[in-house]
């Protein structure tokens, strides 16, 4: 079994990849467990037909705590979870999330037999709590989402710094292409200049963005578009990635300099 | 510097201003348990203190509606006339919006929140906070907010130079034995010496220290020699509540025909109240100064001199400063709750039997 973490800058692109990538490792045979720690439990949405699971915390709330009970099965057979959480403005996600984990129970998915177990994270890391699903027995390792663009870069730059300060490994990069210039030669040098490796760029596409207005993936909505088999070959370097390592995070002005080299 | 000594947070000092100002109902936003030894000894001295119980899933999803609960719950079952919320660790880290949860629960015109948790530096910050905040609400004035203020930046200084905060980890030590102490003081009496006593205690501790002071005068009555009374018991300072306190013991010392010699302060002004005791005794001839209260908080003399504290952890820090006996009073903090009269000292208790006081 594989466990992988997905990180990033806000609104670039996690959970569109995650389950993405979960759907069409699904068509390969594998059993795929898709885990949204987003209080806005938004990350499986597109695997029930826009239609959203219960979550974990809603459930435990309730005085529900049989993972079986949390665990959907979604397009393609993928198992979805919400991790779920406070309302916007309350409370605090971040424990959310560490109690999330800890009621749904890694053993319990470790004995179901999946073969691969994604975590979609919000954001950056913003708290100890968003950190866990990169802490000791969940991820083996992380995925970091960026663009080219600074901010994105920047964004990307600050997960390798938690993920230095916890000593937890960076599987590589994935692009996610915002169509400026010369985007996927950025990435792939900031990937290096972090001692890590560009994994894959997914190009822009409006196939993706057309699936989800209708609460799917884009295996379901255009099933033999091309697309489909960048996210295989994602899901495949990823599988059988032994490169990962802890990232070396760089200064903001290493930043500047190498994108501005581009120019 | 990392102090590594058990000693109390700003939650604890918090309540306990709180009861100093009389205030009837204290609720603690936080998890049960959370300052519990404190929040039983303060209802020993009649504010009922209670808290608003959170859970783990109340950390997740906040505890606003719990707290709104409690507010009424606490003012249905108790009739309070004045609420004091008090912040902890966990509600303060997730943010709870304690002010807007007073103004929903109705009862904004009766209860005030104090900002605070336990991760905020030294418990005086606590006091300061609530302090703070009961001026905000109408309670106390300016002035007595910054008389206030100062006092307790001065009794931060005091624990950090000469008490408990001095050093990284203090061990708890009872000092000398209250017999051998008791003994020395009755011979020196029996011997016709003077014995200088400074009272110098904070707040409601005065109720057992007094003790002391007043089996020294008893013994002295018995067995000869002479006793300078020196004392924090001013009536003119500090809020109603403490102000009573002093009332109190004076009202008690003069029913045993004892009298003050000299008033060296309020009671909470103890930071300060133990150099003007020593001014005073500047030019007075006596044989042996007994300080008892915050001895911490007297300037070294170089004439022979026993401390008494009600620290276990102040006794290390007392016997550097060069006090020829430091002895504890144990119990000081449960036996002093809700009292109205000086309570029984086990140093007094062991003066008197040394001489032969019934
Ligand atoms: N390669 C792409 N081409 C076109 N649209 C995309 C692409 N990737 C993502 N999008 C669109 O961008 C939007 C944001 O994506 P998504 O919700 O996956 O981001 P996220 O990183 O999960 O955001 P958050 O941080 O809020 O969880 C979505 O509307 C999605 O359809
Ligand atoms: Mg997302």
Redesign the interface.
């Known amino acids: 079994m594989k466990q992988i973490a997905i990180y990033g800058k806000g609104g670039i692109g996690k959970s569109s990849i995650s389950s993405n990538l979960s759907v069409n490792l699904a068509s390969e045979g594998l059993e795929v467990l898709l885990i949204g720690c987003d209080p806005k439990s938004d990350s499986t949405i597109n695997l029930f037909g826009g239609k959203r699971i219960n979550t974990v915390l809603d459930l435990y709330k309730k005085g529900v705590t049989d993972p079986d009970l949390m665990v959907f099965e979604g397009y393609n057979g993928v198992k979805g979870v919400e991790v779920g959480g406070p309302a916007a403005g309350v409370g605090c996600a971040g424990r959310g999330i560490l109690v999330a984990l800890k009621t749904l129970n890694k053993d319990y998915y470790i004995d179901r037999g999946f073969d691969v177990v994604i975590y979609d994270v919000p954001g950056d890391v913003v708290c100890g709590g968003f950190a866990g699903p990169a802490r000791d027995g969940y991820a083996d390792e992380v995925y970091i989402i960026t663009s080219g663009e600074y901010f994105s870069i920047y964004a990307a730059n600050n997960i390798a710094k938690g993920l230095f300060n916890l000593n937890v490994k960076l599987g590589g990069i994935v692009g996610n292409m915002r169509d400026i210039t010369k985007e996927e030669r950025k990435i792939k040098v900031y990937a290096e200049e972090i001692k890590s490796q560009l994994i894959n760029v997914v190009e822009r596409n409006p196939k993706i963005y057309e699936s989800e207005i209708e609460g799917k993936t884009v295996l379901e909505k255009y099933p033999n578009d091309l697309l489909n088999i960048k996210f295989k070959e994602i899901g495949k370097k990823i599988l059988s990635n032994k490169k990962s390592k802890v990232p070396t995070p760089i200064t903001d002005e290493r930043i500047r300099s190498i994108l501005g080299g581009f120019h | 510097m990392n102090i590594l000594t058990p000693r109390p947070n700003p939650i604890v000092a918090a309540l306990y201003t709180l009861r100093d100002l009389d205030v009837d109902v204290a609720i603690l936003h936080g998890p049960s348990g959370c300052g519990f030894r404190a929040a039983r000894l303060l209802e020993e001295d009649g504010m009922v203190v209670v808290t608003t119980s959170m859970t783990?899933?109340?950390?997740?999803?906040?505890a606003?509606d719990k707290l709104i609960e409690v507010l009424t719950e606490a003012n249905a079952l108790f009739s309070p006339k004045t609420i004091g919320v008090v912040g902890s660790c966990v509600s303060m880290?997730?943010?709870?919006?304690v002010k807007k949860a007073l103004i929903d629960s109705g009862l904004n015109n009766k209860a005030f929140f104090v900002e605070i948790h336990g991760c905020m530096g030294a418990n005086t910050r606590g006091a300061i906070e609530t302090l703070k905040a009961a001026m905000d609400f109408g309670l106390i004035g300016e002035k007595e907010f910054k008389r206030q203020e100062n006092m307790l930046l001065l009794a931060t200084e005091v624990e950090s130079n000469k008490g408990m905060a001095k050093s990284k980890y203090i061990k708890p030590s009872r000092g000398t034995d209250l017999k051998i102490v008791a003994d020395y003081i009755t011979n020196l009496l029996k011997e016709n010496k003077k014995i200088a006593v400074v009272l110098n205690a904070k707040k409601e501790t005065v109720y057992l220290f007094a003790d002391i002071l007043l089996a020294i005068n008893l013994a002295s009555k018995k067995l000869g020699g002479s006793v300078i009374n020196v004392g924090n018991l001013s009536t003119e300072v500090g809020l109603l509540r403490i102000k009573r306190y002093a009332e109190d013991i004076i009202n008690n010392l003069n029913s045993n025909n004892v009298a003050i010699n000299f008033i060296s302060g309020g009671m909470d002004e103890y930071p300060i109240a133990g150099k003007n005791a020593i001014d005073y005794l500047k030019d007075k001839d006596f044989d042996l100064m007994v300080a008892v209260g915050i001895p911490q908080a007297l300037p070294l003399i170089d004439k022979e001199s026993i401390a008494v504290t009600n620290g276990p952890r102040e006794v290390p820090p007392l016997e550097e400063a060069g006090y020829k006996y430091v002895t504890v009073e144990i119990a000081s903090h449960s036996t002093v709750m809700g009292t109205r009269e000086i309570v029984f000292s086990e140093l007094g208790e062991a003066i008197r039997n040394s001489a032969g006081i019934q």
């Open positions: 783990e899933e109340d950390l997740i999803f906040g606003s880290i997730i943010g709870e919006n």
